[in-house]
């Protein structure tokens, strides 16, 4: 039985310990905000963060998950969204919206590590992240002003 | 052929009604469709005014938005346009996709497919009948494309909820007896100022409902807009930054199953044998079967998750039969050289006489050019998928999708039910730009249901299958040639575009054994109806049969004659010795509109003001559905790579209903455009597309992207759209870009084989 913490909460799994963590959190514990890309790695639509890490679920294996897991489903607490969802909302980022968990995801990753990202750094954090919409200037926008208020506050 | 039949009459009948609901100004009594598809699941307290408006007795406001949000936010403008009307504020309402109905078709999208440069009122006749035959048959049919939903909904959805308000009126006034004039209505309620008397729309909607067919309407004017025309928070963004179950492959119903497929990578080949016991044997699976179907031969596994039966469908053998294409790309590009070669041709539009123009020339006033564009993928970032339930009794389908009427006949089809047992759910997508009208993945969703009946079915994509499958952009190959005058202006022009048919590819898909001739406009969209006043001038196309399936891709047409086209002006202006702003502004002096979007992107960009060394602009336009743009991209020199640094554009759509979005949806054409035009083709080998995942069929990165200023104007004396526009003219101003700093043409995309990029 493999055990995983998603999220805060603990799930279990009985199955193949090489169940892609994408599909566990997708098909097994309802979680479907983590979206399926590519399978690959190459377009950081099913971006999770793992011991403060941005990582790709569709490469992870569940059975080699031993740390908690966070996703976009759990990033809001019942009362309010975490500030990089609200600097989304504020820069109207989205527009069809499928890749955004997984932009945002890397965002986070981005900011606890560093605070006051420059554009180079949103560059080396954020190109794993494809959007065929192109909201790449808005997501720009929308991290420097997440990282100003994530400052002030 | 006799659904055909009725969708063809039914098309007449709606072409009245839109005639009747056309009227932008002063009073009209509200033309009711026929058939209202939200009565018939009304819940109780529920009142529908017409096929876009329920409200309860409770208050809750809900309006239908018929149209796919793909991303390009339509959901949020489509409502506005009822709201503003209806006197509500978007908070207050809720909006829903609806049901699959042909009171939802799509006749913006016919008026666009006509034979017609949008600039030309005058008609020529003939070619305009050939076309509409071709066209009539999307009539009726309930469509997400073409740039099409403001303009198709401008006034319809203005009339909706206007007629909505008054109804609400007349029967607050019978409620009160009084003058219904007297009332007014406001956020949501309507107010006797005479009595302070009030009710909620809520309060008034089930007597209302029945008084909205017979009540008189006036639309505001603009200057009383309170929503329309300022920038209104897309309602669909919350659910868009913490991850809620809105899209395609979220959906979940109780007992479902999951499925996946692979289909032979050989478009049209057959299946000519399987092996499934391995798959059969593995964990999870309940199902290993053949599909046969109109898009395609292949096999599918059920699982009950979608990574096992992504694990079985690895372990089927299947025998491929190679289908009847070219089997690589380099025969196909000879079949294009070939047809250029050929007199079998077709033209829409011909200025003065250019063969008489031609025959005089002399060889050093002559500019000639030969362009190549590959087949591109549509690459949507959530990949094709679909889930089907279906009974002895009816059919059930949820699929992100810009044609719910079109699944509804392949649903028809397959399982001989009638369309109203077919009911068809549009989830949010993610991504569409055109893929999503086709029916194959809800095809191949029915036929695997059918074989668990009573069972949802939950059908996805791998990747790898997704883009091994068109229908694709098609490629092309063009020849363009020019006589220069004495002042090296263009006195002639004649251009060849060889390239498969997106038309007579598409409607044979939709509709299976419906025979499609005839030219096609799309093949010269781009190319033979822009607005350039060149004396001598004429397009031809020739069609190509490759049989691979071609589609609707972002802009269609102009994806790649305005490529070619805008270089090649290019080239006429250096032959010429003239600034290609300056020579495209002079052939443009007929058109307000096109003069006002170039002489902004030339005041956004500084055009007349040289950059410093290592850097350069380039310029192009486009008019194309119905929206005027000029476009400037600025690159620079880093060590022999080519970074793309600044994009400036100019739109005029004539009415902007949302500049915020206006302005995304600008952007967002300019970096898909931008993708394709640096690094993106498909190519065939063996018969089989090559490319297969992110790795070798990427689009332009976050790191990539340049700062993109975005103007509107509003010159235009026809509303355009917002979806499609901004991509033709992105293309060719960076290859003209590209010219103007190294001085070398090119006339291949994509540009990265000849380029090196940041």
């Known amino acids: ?153 | 052929m006799s659904t055909l039949g009725t969708v063809t009459r039914r098309s007449f009948l709606f072409g009245a009604i839109a005639l009747t609901g056309g009227v932008a100004f002063g009073y009209y009594r509200y033309a009711t469709p026929p058939e209202n598809p939200l009565e018939k699941d009304l819940g109780a307290g529920e009142a529908t005014f017409n096929p876009y408006l329920k409200i309860s007795s409770d208050n809750r406001i809900t309006i239908i938005a018929p149209r796919a949000e793909m991303g390009q936010g339509s959901y949020t403008t489509l409502a506005a346009l009822l709201a503003e009307e209806l006197d509500v504020t978007l908070d207050q309402v809720t909006i829903e996709h609806g049901p699959a109905s042909a009171a939802y078709y799509n006749a913006a999208a016919m008026r666009e497919g006509a034979p017609l440069p949008q600039f030309d009122d005058g008609l020529v006749a003939e070619s305009l009948r050939g076309a509409l035959g071709v066209v009539a048959k999307l009539v009726s049919i309930q469509f997400t494309g073409g740039s099409s939903s403001m303009i198709d909904h401008f006034d319809k959805l203005r009339h909706a909820g206007a007629a909505a308000r008054e109804a609400l009126k007349a029967a607050a006034a019978a409620r009160w007896n009084v003058a219904t004039y007297s009332l007014e209505a406001n956020a949501g309620v309507v107010t006797d100022p005479a009595s302070g008397r009030s009710a909620t729309y809520g309060e008034l909607a089930l007597e209302a409902a029945p008084l909205s067919a017979k009540v008189e309407a006036r639309l505001k004017p603009r200057s009383d807009w309170t929503i329309l025309g300022k920038p209104q928070p897309r309602k669909d963004m919350l659910a868009k930054v913490t991850g809620a179950p809105i899209f395609g492959v979220d959906v979940d119903l109780p007992d479902m199953l999951y499925a996946t497929v692979r289909m032979n990578p050989s478009p049209g080949g057959r299946v000519r044998s399987f092996d499934g016991n391995a798959a059969r044997s593995m964990p999870g699976v309940e199902q290993v079967i053949a599909i046969d179907s109109p898009y395609g031969q292949g096999v599918a596994v059920i699982a009950d998750n979608t990574w096992r039966a992504f694990k079985a469908i690895e372990a089927i053998t299947v025998e491929w039969e190679m289908g009847p294409i070219p089997a690589s790309t380099t025969e196909m590009e000879a079949l294009h050289t070939a047809a250029l070669d050929g007199t079998d041709s077709f033209s829409l539009r011909t200025l003065g006489d250019p063969d008489l123009v031609f025959a005089d020339a002399a060889r050093e006033n002559l500019v000639e050019a030969e362009y190549d564009v590959p087949f591109l993928s549509h690459a949507t970032m959530e990949p094709m998928n679909a889930t089907a339930l279906v009974t002895d009794t009816d059919v059930e389908v949820w699929a992100p999708n810009q044609g719910p009427t079109i699944i509804q006949y392949a649903a028809a089809r397959i399982t001989g039910f009638e369309h109203d047992k077919i009911k068809v759910h549009t989830t949010f997508l993610g991504g569409g730009f055109g893929r999503r009208i086709e029916p194959d993945y809800a095809d191949y969703a029915i036929r695997i249901a059918q074989r668990m009946k009573g069972r949802p079915i939950k059908l996805v994509w791998t990747r790898e299958e997704d883009m091994t499958h068109g229908p694709y952009r098609p490629m092309a190959k063009s020849r363009y040639k020019a006589v220069l005058d004495q002042n090296g202006k263009p006195k002639a022009v004649i251009g060849s575009v060889a390239s498969p048919s997106v038309i007579a590819s598409a409607l044979g898909r939709y509709f299976p054994g419906l025979p499609v001739g005839g030219p096609d406009n799309s093949l010269l969209d781009g190319a033979y109806n822009q607005p350039y006043a060149i004396e001598n001038y004429r397009i031809d196309g020739r069609k190509v049969d490759l049989a691979v399936p071609v589609g609707f891709w972002r802009s269609v047409g102009y994806s790649f004659n305005t490529f070619t086209h805008e270089s090649f002006i290019d080239e006429i202006a250096h032959a010429g010795g003239h600034d290609p702003l300056a020579l495209r502004r002079e052939l443009l002096a007929a058109h307000p509109a096109a003069l006002g979007v170039i002489d902004k992107v030339a005041d956004m960009s500084a055009w007349s003001t040289p950059l410093p060394k290592g850097q350069a602009r380039g310029i192009a336009f486009a008019l194309s559905f119905g929206t005027w743009v000029a476009e400037v991209v600025e690159v620079a020199d880093r060590n022999g790579a080519i970074e793309v640094t600044k994009v400036f554009c100019a739109a005029d759509p004539g009415i902007v209903l949302d500049p915020l979005n206006f302005k995304a949806q600008m952007m967002s054409g300019i970096v898909y455009g931008l993708s394709a035009a640096i690094g993106q083709e498909i190519t065939f080998t063996d018969g089989v597309v090559q490319q297969s995942n992110f790795h070798d069929y990427d689009a332009l990165r976050i790191s990539q992207c340049p700062a993109i200023s975005v103007e509107l104007l509003e010159n235009s004396e026809r509303m355009g759209g917002a979806g499609e526009p901004g991509t033709p003219p992105i293309m060719p101003a960076l290859a003209n870009a590209i010219f103007a700093i190294t001085g070398k043409r090119h006339r291949r995309l994509p540009l990265s084989h000849e380029v090196p990029f940041v």
């Open chain 1, 1 to 153: 039985m493999i055990k995983v913490k998603i999220n805060g909460q603990e799930q279990s799994w009985d199955g193949d310990p090489d169940l892609p963590l994408l599909w566990f959190l997708r098909d097994e514990a309802g979680l479907t905000g983590t979206k399926f890309g590519c399978g690959q790695a190459l377009c950081g639509a099913c971006t999770v963060i793992i011991d403060g890490e941005a990582v790709r679920s569709c490469q992870t294996l569940v059975g080699d998950v031993i740390t908690p897991v966070r996703t976009i489903d759990g990033l809001a607490d019942d009362t309010s969204l975490h500030p990089i969802q609200q600097a989304w909302i504020d820069e109207q980022v989205a527009q069809c919206g499928y890749c955004q968990a997984g932009q945002i995801m890397s965002a986070v990753a981005l900011l606890e590590a560093n605070p006051r990202p420059t554009d180079d750094d949103i560059d080396a954090a954020m190109t794993g992240n494809l959007c065929r919409c192109g909201t790449y200037p808005r997501i720009r926008a929308a991290i420097h002003r997440a990282a100003g208020q994530l400052a002030g506050a």
